[in-house]
């Protein structure tokens, strides 16, 4: 039971990750169909600057603002220079462009910070709280806090602004929502933002846990984009399941299997679940046109 | 001129052409080996072409098939003492199993879904490798032993050029071949449209399952040709990044252009090699080229290239 809650809490903090992850592939795959391997240099980016900026002697609050913006620039960048010059070519014409973007940012990284691995202090006291004989780490609390607030932020723009629901038309039908007077591009612009600020607030929250590098970013996306498939591309709740049922099988298979085929046993599943639905778990069937 | 221009082989030629009068131009055997390796990985990029470019299908897997190649022909020696032609053939036959088992089921799954089911596959295998120490030495690899055909071995970097690029020149005449064929209009036909070649008779599960056993063959035997080259293996030559850069090398060099996987391939062989130079500006130079490719040449290299010669 002890150990059950245990393996439970590790799999739902790093879920939560994966989940934010998840969540940006998805917000950019709605508004332009771009799978955008990007995503997990932009984690990297939120960690690695609040590090460097901790060590230049900025307080830790104000340099993980600061990270924030900073990555959100580097996502209206990649928009801007590298997807909207190539608006029209193929999917995987666009995977290449965001593989060399990735590609780019990682040597930057290496370049402007290090190869080193970097730690941020825990946001709260540093003693594991102790749960039915689980020990569960404050920080991990404050992922499982951040999460939950990003996603209801994340949710009340989109539903209860006029932007957010331009973003939504945008996603729905581009053409018709270009029509009715909104500014498609802008809306593609922002989706990219939001997906950097929603990378860069994931990598500040889990670097106290998981400690960050400049090439943290390849395994986050491999495993944020594998958990968007497994709810279902395109399905915001499907990113989020997606991403805690991934965190959850990771934990559970390094617990009672083996820890070093921890990444087997989650891909074995998701294979088997794809195989069961193959459009993920809140996929919609696509009406095919002929 | 033009009737040259527009024979069905007449980008096998042009290859031909530069494998023989290249060696004129290679002033050591450092080059002769750079050049060994972009043959090799232009081979399994042909092959993933013909399952991207034709069949419409994405891999992100298929580097999987190469450390199948490539574990075959170090492990076959090593611990069941097969000499290393047969590991050879017995990896290229594996492969081919593995692909059929492995094709069925998940070729039913559809764009960035057999994407990531294709990305599991090679991750699989990948833990695989780097866990099961007793065989293939864990995550510092093995030892490959020499290739060896009736005694003869293989040594120095000039045999495996003529060696690697005849390999590939085969596999470039019989994929040019099977693109004029009546299985590679099918194989087009599913590219452009499922439902269309349906309605025109073709198995499509048949004829995508074909292809990707095609595929695997072609990674395969790239895979064991890069296992010699380096007389050393690591469970990095069947990684997820290795996958991603055989689809990087098809698309760069141009979606369904047998020549284009030749160039994508040099490309990415080359390019970490002479950007070396940059030292820590490697990278951000390595992605800034791909993205800018892509971006100027969306057909790809050799498709645009072609088209902005035909127009002149």
């Known amino acids: ?290 | 001129m033009r009737g040259l221009l527009n024979h069905r082989l007449f980008p096998a030629l042009a290859m031909s052409a530069v494998i023989v009068l290249l060696p004129l131009v290679l002033p050591s055997a450092y080059y002769y080996r750079v050049a060994a390796l972009v043959f090799v990985f232009a081979l399994a990029a042909v092959g993933l072409n013909l399952l991207m470019g034709f069949a419409g299908q994405v891999s992100l897997g298929h580097a999987g098939f190469m450390g199948i190649g490539a574990y075959a022909v170090a492990i076959g020696p090593t611990h069941l003492n097969l000499p290393s032609w047969l590991a050879f053939v017995g990896g290229a036959g594996l492969s081919a199993l593995v692909a059929f088992a492995v094709g069925r089921p998940i070729l039913r799954l559809k764009g960035h879904y057999l994407a990531v089911a294709t990305l599991g596959f090679g991750l699989l295998l990948a833990i695989a490798f780097s866990n099961e120490a007793r065989f293939t030495g864990g995550p510092d690899g093995m030892a490959v032993s020499r290739f060896a055909v009736f005694g003869l071995s293989v040594r120095g970097a000039q045999a495996w050029y003529w060696i690697t690029a005849a390999s590939f020149l085969i596999g470039a005449v019989l994929a040019l071949n099977l693109i004029e064929s009546p299985t590679g209009r099918a194989l087009r036909a599913i590219h452009d449209s499922e439902v269309a070649a349906r309605v025109l008779g073709v198995d499509i599960a048949r004829m995508k399952l074909a292809v990707f056993v095609v595929s695997a063959v072609y990674a395969s035997v790239a895979g064991s040709y890069f296992a010699f080259l380096n007389g050393h293996i690591t469970p990095d030559v069947s990684g997820f990044l290795r996958s991603i850069e055989l689809v990087a090398m098809v698309v760069l060099g141009g979606l369904g252009s047998v020549a284009g996987s030749l160039v994508g391939a040099a490309l990415l062989v080359m390019l970490p090699q002479t950007l070396t130079s940059l030292h820590d500006y490697e990278h951000m130079a390595l992605g800034l080229i791909i993205m800018a490719v892509m971006i100027f040449l969306r057909a790809g290299i050799v498709p645009t290239l072609a088209r902005a010669l035909g127009r002149a």
């Open chain 1, 1 to 290: 039971m002890t150990e059950l809650l245990q393996f439970t809490f590790s799999g739902l903090t790093v879920g939560a990750v994966y989940a934010l992850v998840a969540l940006g592939f998805t917000l950019i795959y709605n508004s332009c169909d771009v799978i955008n391997f990007a995503q997990g240099e932009f984690v990297m980016l939120g960690g690695m600057t609040t590090v460097f900026l901790g060590l230049a002697g900025v307080p830790l609050p104000l340099a993980a603002c600061f990270a924030v913006v900073l990555t959100v620039a580097v996502g209206l960048a990649l928009h801007r220079f590298a997807i909207e010059p190539a608006r029209g070519s193929g999917a995987v014409v666009l995977i290449i462009i965001t593989i060399g973007a990735s590609i780019f940012l990682r040597g930057a990284a290496q370049v402007i910070f290090d190869k080193r691995f970097h730690t941020l202090p825990p946001f709260v006291g540093g003693d594991a709280i102790r749960i039915a004989g689980a020990a569960i780490l404050p920080q991990s609390l404050v992922v499982l806090a951040g999460a939950v607030i990003i996603l209801v932020l994340l949710w009340a723009f989109i539903e209860r602004t006029l932007i957010g629901k331009a973003m939504v038309a945008t996603a729905a039908n581009e053409i018709a929502a270009r029509l009715v007077g909104i500014d498609t591009r802008a809306a593609v612009g922002l989706s990219f933002a939001i997906a950097a600020a929603i990378g860069a607030v994931a990598g500040i929250l889990i670097t106290p846990i998981a400690l960050t590098s400049y090439d943290v970013g390849t395994v986050l996306a491999l495993k944020g984009f594998a958990a968007a498939m497994l709810g279902g591309i395109g399905s915001a709740v499907g990113a989020v399941i997606g991403g805690l049922v991934l965190g959850l099988l990771e934990a559970f298979a390094a617990g009672y299997v083996s820890s070093q085929y921890k990444d087997a046993v989650a891909f074995l599943v998701i294979l088997i679940v794809l195989l069961a639905m193959p459009r993920g778990l809140f996929g919609r069937a696509p009406v095919e046109r002929v």
